[in-house]
């Protein structure tokens, strides 16, 4: 018998926005005319792009500092233009970068337990865009590889350990890029231009592999995506200002393998991809609410689940790495909505009546960790991401410096206000005089060190620390 429904564990994801008091209030965020998300989100901090006189300016909140934010609260301060994406490093939670309307890319690192006074200093400045730089993303699998795209039409591949542009890819685009996106294991990268082609670039080889002219017949921004397979899924519009996804296999880019048309709303469609479920969700810039796909191999292969719907449009949106979620709630996805002056966190869930770990929800997913070091990666070798297992909780790793084979930059300055230099961090020392041998042991309490002598005579037995 043919089935009338198609099955799918994910057919009843349902979209819920937390209560008052675990959202961020009092945040002025950007009003900036640029497509990019102003938010971005990994397990320990959110960061927003906010409203800053005389230069850009961007917030870093840790995420259980929620509430209403100080306006005295501080900031990460650097840039001498209004800041236009924002991206944290995937391999660690502590490092972020910057691109600016000033024409650079700055690389911050965070303290342990958020900032204490603004930061205006950055690890490294990387400069060599003339015009302003709007879209920022790290390599997916190599470390300290990041990658930037400016307004002047041009594409940088940087060491961001040295320092160095190591490629520039500059005569590829004849107009603004409007996004740029990394493989799953970074071998090639896919733009989306505003002279509506859509490029699969080797950029090592400095090649166009395949690309697609007028994937989108209207005048709109386009966005463009690589899904796990390799295929390419496209946001855009049509020539009657509808709104499109389209799907499209590199090997063959003459025709779509699937067109959906959605609405005529003129809000640029942010697609977010999920390569664990398969689940794309698409927030629209304006919008008040987020629709989510299932991609499969089968046609019609994209299949619409639902839409969540809010009353408030969203200025931007973040969302969370899957190592962020909350498996013993069947999370699968949490979004960060910005509003006019607050930042909103949506949790999307698969209901499940059992408390047991859903494995079938959570496979293996990409970890911390980085395949490659940049100096192997811009060698000519490619490394697919090292996965983890949510089924205990992701727990959270030490803090972790920048580590490259040569001599890292990052590692030579030390951040202001790091936890070194706080004074919870001096060793106390407490001494029981006796004549015997003392035994020392050492025990951590929080923040502190304290060191404590005990006579042999007490000791019994001492447990390791």
Known sequence: MRRVVRQSKFRHVFGQAVKNDQCYDDIRVSRVTWDSSFCAVNPKFVALIIEASGGGAFLVLPLHKTGRIDKAYPTVCGHTGPVLDIDWCPHNDHVIASGSEDCTVMVWQIPENGLVTSMSEPLVVLEGHSKRVGIITWHPTARNVLLSAGCDNQIYIW?????????????????????VTWNRNGSLICTACKDKTIRVIDPRKEAIVAEKEKAHEGARPMRAIFLADGNVLTTGFSRMSERQLALW?????????????????NGVLLPFYDPDTSIVYLCGKGDSSIRYFEITDEAPYVHFLSTFATKEPQRGMGYMPKRG?????????????????????????????????????????SGPDAALEAEEWFDGKNGDPILISLKNGYVQGKHREFKVVKKNILDSKVTKNSENSSPANKTKKFCLPHQTIPHMIRMLDGEQSILISFPASLVTRVAPY
């Open 159 to 179: 060491n961001a350990g040295t320092g160095e542009a190591m490629i520039r890819l500059e005569d590829m685009h004849p107009d603004v890029i409007f996004n």
């Open 249 to 265: 296999n590199t090997d063959n880019m003459e025709e779509p393998m699937t067109v959906n048309e959605m609405d005529t709303s």
């Open 325 to 365: 979620l909350d498996v013993n709630k069947c999370e699968i996805a949490r979004f960060y909505k910005l509003h006019e002056r607050k930042c909103e966190p949506i949790v999307m869930t698969v209901p499940r009546k059992s408390d047991l770990f859903q494995d079938d929800l959570y496979p293996d997913t």
